[in-house]
């Protein structure tokens, strides 16, 4: 039986918006058993379709490795520990990033051979399917060795997780040409190519990633985290320029009543709650990080992912692909 360990606690909504997300996860697999962490009263709600472990204190949005380490009794740090433990089998949270990534890293350890985790998470595409990019914002700076590992990553997951066959991988870069790009993508590239990596496309641009058939975009951390604010800055400038110019008039109402079905398609395929959140992969334990301001729908998928990650044994599956890969560093 998978057994998810999960923090309720920190997130933008709070435990009981989260707590739903929890019941229709249990509704819908009831066999996954659930360990529901954070303070007792508020958590109460859930003792029957969970085990339930008090914490008396919560991790707080600004908090990093110092209060990881000074904050012994947040709900955070008691599910990582449920997973060290070997009482679960993965752990969810959408509280701190800062704090959920140095708390996992810390406590379940690095796999052997991997330099660095890193933050992993699926895109709507413009046809309705998924490409996964990694690193979105685990780490600051990174070599060509690590890149090399992403795309392993990357590719396993979207292969396990996404049912993407024979996933298309990519670099991302200033230009799609062999020699565009920072020294840090020149070298990965060159390390791809030399190694055959399976289906490695070459290079694209951050304009393309979401507009082509790429699977799966590796790049550096800090890179990532600007391409994720960037996509999410720029979804959000369109909804509301959208939804302003149906606003315009009488005539534009009208015109929206029949085009709704068209946008609801399209806020459908968009939607990225239907994806659950981040996947910090590259550690010994499934660690799924769910966006800090997820609702009940985008909580039940996160949870939803871990249970995948644990029932296609991806951790094993990662590990396995290694002992082909690169270990150590040039």
Known sequence: MVKIAIDVMGSDLGPKELLKGVRQFKEKYPNVELFVVGKLDEIEEAKDIATLVEASDVMGMEDGALEVMRKKNTSMLKAVELVKEGKCDG?????????????????????????????????????????????????????????????????????????????????????????????????????????????????????????????????????????????????????????????KSAISKIGYLFAKSGFDEMREKLDYRRYGGAMLVGLNNVVVKAHGSSNAYAFFNAIRVAKEMVEQDVISLLKEELKNGIKEEN
């Open 91 to 247: 752990v969810v949270s959408a509280g701190s990033t800062g704090a959920f990534l140095t708390a996992s890293t810390i406590r379940l350890k690095l796999i052997e051979g991997i330099s660095r985790a890193a933050l992993i998470s699926p895109f709507p595409r413009y046809d309705g399917k998924a490409v996964t990019i990694l690193d979105i914002g685990a780490n600051n700076e990174n070599t060509p060795h690590q890149i090399y590992q992403f795309a392993v990553m990357g590719a396993l997951y979207s292969s396990k997780i996404l049912n993407a066959h024979k996933p298309k991988l990519y670099l991302l870069s200033n230009g799609s040409e062999e020699k565009k790009g920072s020294p840090l993508i020149k070298e990965a590239h060159q390390l791809l190519k030399e190694h055959n990596f399976p289906n490695f496309m070459g290079n694209i641009e951050a304009r393309d990633v979401l507009t082509s058939e790429a699977d799966v975009v590796v790049t550096g951390g800090f890179e990532g985290n600007i391409l994720l604010k960037s996509i999410e800055g720029t979804a959000s400038m369109m909804n509301s320029m959208i939804k302003n110019a149906f606003k």
